[in-house]
């Protein structure tokens, strides 16, 4: 087994060497002002991340998941009325813990490979005369199924039915590699984890809540101890942690917003696009289609790739592992053994992805798919040719 290959799962992503330098920090008395200024440049970091002058941060030890229940027990009661839709594994596990949570779901359930149904919600929204609805859940990038959808959208539906519904978005796998505008769209509640677009290992959950959401954490009575953000910003004024902080992701996360702010928000999102094409060019030219059912919903940041009728998606990604060291992602609940995942978003290069083509390659001749060794390599070859000097003129 060689830790020298790029990994090709949709998180976590790979790590740069300064950014493992960064996580790996001697003990420090995390109670002291040292704490409080790494802790305050990375709140502050994260917060123009996410495209907000508004939004309170807040960061706990734990994962997305971990970001997903901080967003709903903060803000709500027990019976309260969520809207989601139903359209990938992410989506129906946040739907999941809001149901475990005894909220009252309604929920579109939507074709995995399409993206959150903004014309259903702005119809339910508009019949819910009475605003019973209390929060809008969207799922930005849905990573079971590479389909990105359009939260812009989803404010215009709620801002055409004039309702009044908070709306939480997970960015688990989108905040930090596509483009994302928690003021502008009106984002309520922003979630997403260390270990995606930020580079770093797992072990946050990081959150941003809109002033609105900041006015429903006084009403809502669903219990939270751990993951109540009262706590949190008790602990922040005074440089700390209700509890004891993970400082070396904390460190990390510093460094983390630092190299996406230097590179330049709108490069990084250019950069995850333009190594995305290459790799959907690939996958046109092996003759394979993505789960996500149409161009405007392709995600940047992770590809599903349907394999032929009746094989068995999973054999792509055990062979990779087993022959040439290289994991790349499994089809995920309704999509299991119908798609493999290769995902491309977090520190990745054209060089790296056209490594990744290269081995999903020898992998389906392997296995006896009607791939012709090179074709993929060559069309995404293509587009990085045709695309780097004007990469590069950007990155300058
Ligand atoms: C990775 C991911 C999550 C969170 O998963 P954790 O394992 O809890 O970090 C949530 N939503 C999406 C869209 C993701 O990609």
Redesign the pocket.
């Known amino acids: 087994m060689t830790s020298q290959n790029p990994i090709f799962i ?2 976590p992503t790979n790590i740069p060497e300064e950014m493992r330098k960064a996580v790996d920090m001697p003990t420090i008395d995390h109670r002291s002002p040292v704490f409080g200024r790494m802790l305050h440049p990375a709140l502050e970091g994260v917060k123009k991340v996410l495209k907000s002058t508004q939004a309170q941060v807040f960061v706990f030890p ?7 229940e901080t967003a709903i027990t903060n803000t709500l009661s027990p019976g309260d009325k969520v809207l989601a839709a139903r359209n990938g594994m ?1 989506s129906h ?2 739907i999941d813990m809001c149901q475990r949570h005894a909220l009252d779901v309604t929920f579109v359930e939507t074709p995995w490979g399409e993206g959150v149904p903004a014309d259903r919600f702005e119809e339910i929204l508009t019949a819910d005369k009475g605003h019973e609805i209390r929060v809008v859940l969207a ?5 079971a199924t590479g389909v990105k959808s359009d939260i812009a959208a989803v404010r215009r539906a709620l801002d055409a039915a004039k309702h009044p519904a908070l709306l939480f978005v ?5 905040i930090g590699s596509m483009d994302f505008r928690m003021d502008e769209w009106g984002v309520d509640i922003a ?1 997403t ?1 260390s ?2 677009g930020f580079m770093l290992p ?1 072990g946050l ?1 990081i959150v941003g809540f809109s002033p609105k959401a900041m006015e429903a954490v006084e009403t809502a009575r669903l219990p939270r101890t751990f993951f109540d953000i009262r706590d949190m910003a008790t602990g922040y004024a005074r440089n700390g942690y209700p509890y004891t902080p993970p400082v070396g992701l904390i460190n990390g996360l510093n460094l983390s917003c630092e190299r996406l702010l230097s590179e330049g928000l709108e490069n990084v999102f250019a950069r995850h696009n333009r190594i995305a094409s290459g790799v959907r060019a690939a996958v046109g030219a092996w003759g394979l289609k993505l789960c996500a059912v149409r161009p405007e919903l392709y995600s940047d940041s992770v590809s599903a790739i349907r394999v032929p009728e009746g094989f068995d998606a999973n054999r792509i990604v055990s062979h990779a592992l087993e022959t040439y060291d290289m994991a790349f992602g499994t089809g995920l609940g309704e999509v299991a053994g119908k798609v493999f995942r290769i995902g491309h978003l977090g520190s990745l290069t054209d060089a790296m992805a056209l490594s990744g083509i290269s081995v999903a390659e020898m992998v389906m001749a392997d296995l006896g798919l009607p791939i012709k060794l090179g074709s993929g390599v060559a069309a995404a070859q293509e587009h990085y040719r045709q695309t780097a000097a004007a990469a590069q003129k950007k990155a300058a």
């Open positions: 949709p998180g734990s994962t997305g998941t971990g970001g997903w992410f596990r946040w799922t930005h990038n849905e990573t997970d960015g688990v796998s989108s979630v984890g270990q995606k797992p959950a």
